[in-house]
Nanobody, 124 residues
Framework: QVQLVESGGGLVQAGGSLRLSCAAS????????MGWFRQAPGKEREFVAA????????YSADSVKGRFTISRDNAKNTMYLQMNSLKPEDTAVYYC?????????????????WGQGTQVTVSS
């Protein structure tokens, strides 16, 4: 069992930056795939970024490429999402997720554990 807690969300102006963190419990963090998803009001939860067990392989949605960077620190059991050049359309609740496999994937169904989410609001 893995428990995930997101932090770092908030209100920011368009063009600004935020850094989200996802702290994971347990001693096997390095054996899990990790990912970020987001859900805007009235929309389905969508993939944002994913990272493999070592951090050596990552995927990002086209909508965030060049602006968002996913990373992890296995020694700290923590994953990060650095978000730059934020746009109003990035406004959503951001969720971190963990899956019982080492390889990164964009597929939501491949993740077994989810955090409660952190709100990101980008004003124009």
């Amino acid at each position: 069992q893995v428990q995930l807690v997101e932090s770092g969300g908030g209100l920011v102006q368009a063009g600004g930056s935020l850094r989200l963190s996802c702290a994971a419990s347990g001693r096997t963090f390095s054996s899990y795939r990790m990912g970020w998803f987001r859900q805007a009001p009235g929309k389905e939860r969508e993939f944002v970024a994913a990272i493999n067990w070592s951090g050596g392989s990552t995927y990002s949605a086209d909508s965030v490429k060049g602006r968002f960077t996913i990373s992890r620190d296995n020694a700290k059991n923590t994953m990060y999402l650095q978000m730059n050049s934020l746009k109003p359309e990035d406004t959503a609740v951001y969720y971190c997720a963990a899956g019982r496999n080492t390889q990164a994937t964009i597929l939501r169904r491949a993740y077994d554990y989810w955090g409660q989410g952190t709100q990101v609001t980008v004003s124009s």
